[in-house]
């Protein structure tokens, strides 16, 4: 068992749970009723879209109508097939993709037929076992193999409804066993073998073995006594509301009821006849059940006989095993007596004044040590190294409800501490009342003294706004020791502002750690929409396509480690919020507008820019396509080098390198902008440019020069020379990217070696010189 478990797979306790989003749908088989309908009321409390399949066109639209009304915002298709027809499988998939925008994410093979009767007793034109062959066995093969692979590279479920009885042999539903047996296997096998090729992690099976389900089509067409025990059955309802939690939080297995958990169990240890008896049994209507007992009944007296004497038998040997532990403890003597009792008392007592009088005189010698001793045990257990914080994040389901209460707690709170417009204005009111003499009507000002006065009379809110600190900062040389009224309340309202902006941004932190990633960011700006009025005229399917603009101008200052995390506090001091927001003004500056990237006249443009490169139209832009950037300025040397170092697929750029390109060329004078480009020079990842690096690129710029009407073309030690004498490096023989940050011209020098308008325009500089318009760069040190 230990060396099988050193060989086990890398296999994961605890999965993150599913949660929703716009394009993910679940798709149930047999969905009209029974337990199917019921995983589909469960899973539209998560907001789950639905593909519902089954052969009752009636059930299944007044489901999907009981179903909308609901959950008015999820998408329900339903898709009439009947899964027992030949080339069902192939068909219904035909159907699905033919939908939409339809990423399945849970797939759940939930269809399926039961037999109860002997073998035999089913007609040879009976097409019962096709039946259940087909709902149990090839449907859900079939559906898993065509479904599987586009499920590795996101979470997702599958989901396979088998049942108990597959554990054992079952006579009166050999067929019916056998075949849930058959989706048994399959499901854990699978389960294992993905487990092992997909290192994500991503997709989780989940085998369901209910027992007998009450308000199903299986309990209204079978008379089985099974069906009317107690404590074994379970309402459909009880049994889809498991499967769908277990399901969510990724679990491998679900056996609702802990009667059917118990027959399982116990089914793998009995012998082969004794379940084989049960099942008969189990499986059997009761006038046929007391048709067998009355065939057998002497044979059961005597059992009942023998179990009855047994019984018997075993009470009377615990009673006397009790009777004889009461006499032991009658016979034991006392352990003092009265007068025992009271001399024990007085010693005690005796030696407690002496451990008294004992404490009274070392008090004074252990009070001079103490200070020495807590000192030695701080030095030995404190000052060893700075202890680690905890982080631990807790991946259960309990643990994380109870951080996610806290933290929601916590951002309740510190929303109260925040003051509001009023207080703001009540602050100005008290201010301009307790101005400083001498008074200017234009430009009140106010001293010290009389600003602690306002803020003793101000909120507790207020007066954690302003330490002594604030007033050092704000003031400038008046000669009276005073500071502008103006200067505090909008100091105060900046960082009102600032708390509320923290606060709404914190609620988009999924994590709780104080940084939000790319799909939180995203959720964050696209329910900013609809609140700028600058971007009503944006259509709603570009609503994605903007989102991702956006968030890319956000990720790519302040990210340039590419860590997929930006903290909160640097996306408030930032400005590019500031940007973002000021599309709600109404009335604001067409120029402005266009120089701001979030707008959409520049979002527009930028993706128009994009769908005119790709001549092909399939979504992304091969090297032959971005080399007609900008005018086909930039020199195919470097536009290879930036297919080989961004992230492409099948060697093609998507629309989110494509932007992360733009802003750098837009940016160039920026460190990131500087770090993107610089890394693409960087032909060896060496971490600085040398002479033959530049060589390198230069040699591409001299092919494109060539092609041109120029009348000369500079050797590359004259342009060697300019570059080092521009960047002025700390090593002669070597350029890295702080020397280009430092030096201040690096967008130029870099520039001058990938795009042949830049190095017409610098080596042409001082003609252009009077017409030459300062460029507006819009870079951050972050």
Known sequence: MFIGYLFSSKRQSHRLSLVANRSSYALVTGASSGIGAQICRHLIRHDFNLIMVARSQTKLRILADELRQINDKINIHIIIQDLTELNAAENLINKIDALNDVNIDILINNAGRGCTKPFLQISANDNTYEQMI???????????????PKMLDRPSRIVNISSEISYMSSPRAAMYASTKAFLTQLTTSLDYEIEQINDNNNVSFLLVTPGPTLNTEFDRHDESIIFRLPFVTLTAEQVAQQIVDACLRGDRLCTPGWANQFSIWLATKVSLNFANLICWILWASWPEVKRWLYERRHLIIVCFNLVFFLFLLACFLLMDKIVENLKKQLEKPKVAKEEDELALFTKYLREGHEAL?????????????????????????????????????????????????????????????????????????LLEENASPPLDPDSPKINYDDFMKVVQKATPAIANLFPPTIFADLYQNDPYGRVRILDLYQYTMRKMWYHHSRMGLSLYDSIGQGYLRESDLEDYIYELIPTMHQLSQLQETFYKFYVCTAVR????????????RIAIP??????????????????????????????????SKIYTRYLQLDKDHNGLLSR????????????????????????????????????????????????????????????????????????????????????????????????????????????????????????????????????IGSFWAYENRESLMPQQAPTKDDSIHV
Request: hydrophobic residues 35%.
């Open 624 to 755: 032959d396509e971005l080399t007609k950037y900008n005018s086909s300025t930039l020199t195919p040397v470097f536009i290879a080098r930036v297919f080989q170092e961004c992230l492409t697929y099948g060697g093609e750029m998507d629309y989110k390198s494509y932007l992360d390109f733009v802003l750098a060329l837009e940016n160039r004078n920026s460190p990131q902008g500087l770090r993107y480009l610089f890394q693409i020079m960087d032909t060896e990842n060496k971490g600085f440019l040398h002479p033959g690096d530049l060589n390198y690129f230069y040699r591409g710029m001299v092919q494109m020069l060539s092609t041109r009407p120029l009348t000369d073309i500079p050797p590359f030690n004259n342009v060697q020379n300019e570059i080092f004498d521009m960047v002025k490096p700390v090593d002669s023989m070597r350029i890295t990217l702080k020397d280009l940050i430092n030096c201040g011209q690096g967008g130029l020098v870099l520039s001058i070696l990938i795009d």
């Open 134 to 148: 087909a709902l149990h066995v090839c449907v859900p093969t079939l559906l898993i193999r065509h479904y599987l």
């Open 570 to 603: 640097d996306i408030l001091c930032s400005g590019y919020l500031d940007k973002l927001l000021e599309l709600r003004e109404e009335d604001a500056d067409v120029d402005d507008l266009e120089q701001n990237w979030f707008s959409c006249q520049s979002a």
């Open 357 to 429: 009088h004992h404490d009274v005189t070392t008090t004074e010698n252990r009070k001079s040590n103490i200070h020495k001793d807590v000192t030695t045990v701080h030095s030995q257990h404190h000052m060893s190294k700075i202890p680690k914080f905890y982080e631990h994040i807790p991946t259960d389901p309990l643990g994380r409800k109870l951080r996610e209460e806290a933290r929601a707690l916590f951002l309740h709170r510190k929303s109260q501490e925040i003051i509001s417009s009023d207080e703001a204005n009540s602050l100005l009111t």
């Open 553 to 564: 101008k956000f990720f790519f200052f302040l990210d340039p480690l590419r860590t997929g």
